[in-house]
C-alpha cells in the first residue's frame, strides 16, 4: 500500500495523485526498475534544467510514500542510494482507482452505482 493525499481530477493519468515531478520520476522507474537518484536526474535534465537535490527529495519522498524502496550500495567515489520500484504501475493503477470508487460509493452510495451501472451499459 502507498500513500497519496490529493485526488486531482481534472488531471490526467498518475498526474491526478502525484505531482508533475513524481510522475516524471516514476515513469522513469518503472521503466527502470531500479536506479540511483544521478541516473534518474540524468534522464529528466535531458528534457529540462533540474537540480539534483530536488531530485533526491523527491525520490525520498516516493520511498516515504511505500512507492520505491532503497538500499545503500558502495561504488566509485562512495556510498550512493539505488531505489528500486515496490509498486508496479498497474498495481499503483489499480489502487488508486479501488480508493477513488471507495469514497465516491461511501460519499454518494446510491447515486455513484446508478451512474455506474449507466456507464457500463453504454460502453
Not at 540511483?36 to 529528466?44: N, S
Not at 528500486?84 to 504501475?89: A, F, H, I
Amino acid at each position: 500500500m502507498f500513500s497519496w493525499t490529493e485526488y486531482k481530477p481534472y488531471k490526467q493519468g498518475v498526474q491526478t495523485v502525484l505531482s508533475p515531478l513524481e510522475s516524471e520520476v516514476m515513469g522513469i522507474m518503472w521503466r527502470e526498475k531500479r536506479a540511483t537518484v544521478r541516473t534518474v536526474h540524468t534522464r529528466l535534465k535531458s528534457k529540462r534544467p533540474i537540480n539534483r537535490s530536488k531530485v533526491n527529495a523527491v525520490m525520498s519522498s516516493l520511498r516515504k510514500r511505500g512507492l520505491l524502496t532503497s538500499s545503500v550500495s558502495k561504488g566509485r567515489g562512495g556510498l550512493k542510494y539505488v531505489y528500486k520500484v515496490k509498486v508496479s504501475r498497474k498495481r499503483f493503477e489499480r489502487e488508486v482507482v479501488c480508493k477513488v470508487v471507495d469514497s465516491l460509493l461511501e460519499s454518494y452510495g446510491k447515486a455513484s452505482k446508478k451512474l455506474m451501472r449507466e456507464n457500463m451499459r453504454d460502453k
